[in-house]
């Protein structure tokens, strides 16, 4: 019997893997590092596989739960950072937060983070270092709908609906 999240970790791997592959000399100049949080917004819309892998991974990890209830909540920040702007579920974070900061493609429109933007902005970008955001999120939201196909729709992802 599969797994409940095996499609989904195995796409993270896929995802993590791409990124790797990314031309270095794009990565190596990315400003996106432990502490950095500029992203880390409130509105952060996530699909219902990615809200219960992170359950899972919280419920593994009872001392990451107890920081996360400890750490004050930021305003118009993600409610998983904790109070050194270092995510509490890392490990776990969703697709949207493993994508971001890398040169993505939206709608035949070439997209970057701000502060790596200037940092890469003279290296010559090829189709392998361009992350294309509707493939990720048709793959997504198919391995989502596998699993939950009553909830399709992204919804916030909330610390208090998490550790509910």
Not at 16 to 42: A, M, Y
Not at 109 to 136: F, G, M, R, V
């Amino acid at each position: 019997m599969i797994d409940l999240f095996e499609n989904y970790e195995n796409f993270l791997k896929k995802i993590d893997e791409t990124t790797h592959k990314i031309n270095p000399e794009i990565t190596q100049n990315l400003n996106c590092q432990r502490g950095c949080s500029s992203c880390c917004r409130s509105e952060i819309q996530v699909n219902k596989i990615e809200k219960e892998y992170i359950k899972k991974y919280l419920n593994q990890n009872p001392l990451i739960q107890q920081k996360i209830s400890l750490s004050q909540k930021q305003k118009n920040k993600c409610s998983f950072l904790l109070e050194d702007e270092s995510c509490s579920i890392y490990e776990a974070r969703p697709v949207i937060c493993r994508t971001h900061g890398y040169p993505i493609l939206i709608e035949n429109n070439i997209d970057i983070c701000p502060l790596n933007a200037s940092s890469i902005q003279n290296i010559n970008l090829k189709a392998n270092d361009i992350l294309k955001t509707n493939t990720i999120e048709l793959i997504l939201a198919a391995i989502s709908e596998e699993k939950f196909p009553r909830e399709t729709k992204r919804t916030p992802l909330e610390v208090k609906e998490i550790l509910s």
